[in-house]
């Protein structure tokens, strides 16, 4: 645990919003389009078994950038305090990460299946993120509010 608090004080200075503040929102709209513009392909025929691996991999880089997107964005009150939260949602999405992937090696163990236990664990990981980072800064603005 000290090695951890250790790593995430060395770098609080580097974990700032890299892209402007409307890159949040346009990472969501792209996340929202990203899951449902390929159900609404399926429905009306578009998707098909000649096209069906690229869809799926459009979708997941699709997924991915977003999230990104998200978690690297400014957030309007950027301050120092931000940055330390979005090095804690890194620590604590690691974490879960860690559990997610234990919980889907036994699942896959249980159903004699381990290919599908590695198939999107970076965009788990990225999810996991921007997760916590969004529970920290709205916990952050809540004792903000509170302190006044």
């Given at each position: 645990?000290?090695?951890?608090n250790?790593?995430?004080?060395?770098?609080?200075?580097?974990?700032?919003?890299?892209?402007?503040?409307?890159?949040?929102i346009?990472?969501?709209?792209?996340?929202?389009?990203?899951?449902?513009?390929?159900?609404?392909?399926?429905?009306?025929?578009?998707?098909?078994?000649?096209?069906?691996?690229f869809?799926?991999?459009?979708?997941?880089?699709?997924?991915?950038?977003?999230?990104?997107?998200?978690f690297?964005?400014?957030?309007?009150?950027?301050?120092?305090?931000?940055?330390?939260i979005?090095?804690?949602?890194?620590c604590?999405?690691?974490?879960?990460?860690?559990?997610?992937?234990?919980?889907?090696?036994?699942?896959?163990?249980?159903?004699?299946?381990?290919?599908?236990?590695?198939?999107?664990?970076?965009?788990?990981?990225?999810?996991?993120?921007?997760?916590?980072?969004?529970?920290?800064?709205?916990?952050?603005?809540?004792?903000?509010?509170?302190?006044?």
């Open positions: 645990m000290l090695i951890n250790y790593f995430c004080a060395l770098i609080y200075n580097i974990m700032k919003g890299l892209l402007p503040i409307y890159c949040r346009m990472g969501y709209v792209i996340l929202l389009l990203s899951v449902f513009v390929p159900l609404f392909m399926f429905m009306l025929g578009m998707i098909n078994d000649s096209n069906f691996l869809t799926k991999a459009s979708v997941k880089l699709m997924i991915w950038f977003s999230l990104f997107m998200i690297l964005a400014k957030v309007k009150d950027e301050t120092e305090k931000t940055s330390r979005r090095i804690k949602a890194m604590r999405a690691l974490y879960l990460l860690g559990v997610y992937y234990v919980v889907m090696l036994i699942r896959g163990m249980y159903d004699n299946n381990l290919e599908g236990v590695d198939n999107s664990i970076a965009i788990v990981y990225m999810a996991f993120n921007v997760i916590c980072l969004e529970f920290g800064i709205l916990k952050d603005r809540k004792d903000r509010f509170f302190k006044k």
